[in-house]
């Protein structure tokens, strides 16, 4: 069974570490993951998303803030800061400045991202394979309400997403193409996950790849969501504040209707929402989804692997 996920970062990155503890090494899964996250820092290309998702695949995440390394350090990047340099509320560890100064060294020798991607990956051997939703350079940018257009970075760390953003902006995304291998992974899936990631800013950014939509939208594979949204309050992160930007309800309900079910034109067959949205999930049925509500806290890799085995179920894949 080929399985594809479409992946912002830490949820993204959880939920498919609770994938291959359910699937093993039987079954191949590829992961897509949003680069829109990415940026210049002092002359190197950091990817959040990819990073995020190779070290939590590759057991070297620091666990407790779901990006970053183990047992880091940060004493280049307080150097830089004695410089005046960088952003002094973004940490770049000094192990994880090694992954950034790989990155950049791959690049700048004229290899595509997904090949960076995947160099740097065999390395840490996440188990999956791992692609950039687009070789080409995007990057989400936040028009905010004065009309200063910042990194969605300094939006979502500097600011905690807390002052209102107007609209996104996705530079280059429109005449991005999707980097090798990303259209067969959608079309030649048995089935499709879109992981509890931020739906506007992570998969929403994945989606806008030109291509992208179409694919998912006429793949024979089923495609089943978990909603990142429990409760009306999403369980990590601000995507309250993305979906907000964007007009969208924080709710369960309001997450699946933006993404829409496949019979009409949207992306989903079947959503996956916590058992505290039991009702919305009786909508959602009587609308004619596959949906069902189950305890989707991902508190532990056990827990995960059954939220991801109650995924497949409700599009009948079994492992
Ligand atoms: N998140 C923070 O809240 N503070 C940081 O200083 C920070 C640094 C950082 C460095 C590299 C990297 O790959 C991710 C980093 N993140 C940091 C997390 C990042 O904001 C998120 O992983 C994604 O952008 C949202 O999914």
Redesign the pocket.
Known sequence: MKITVLS???GGARFTRGLLALVGDEHPVTVVA?TG?DMWLHGVR????L??LMYTLGGAVHED????RRDESKRVSDDLAAYGLGWD?????DL?LAT?LARTELLRSGMPLSQVTARLADRWRPGVTLLPMTDDEVETHVVLDDGREIH??EW??RHRAAVPARRFVQTNLAVSSPAPGVLEALRDADVVAIPP??PV??VGTILAVPGVRDALATTDAPVVGVSPVVGGAPVR?MADACLAAIGVETSALGVAEHYGRRAEGGILDAWLVDEVDAPAAARLRDAGWASRAVPTLMTDVPTTARIAAAALDLVDRQP
Request: aromatic share 16%; proline share 3%.
């Open positions: 912002g970062g830490v949003n996250d950091v990817c959040p998303d990073d995020t803030q779901g990006w970053g509320w973004f940490t770049l560890g994880d950034h969605f970075e979502w760390v990631s931020n800013v992570s992160g």
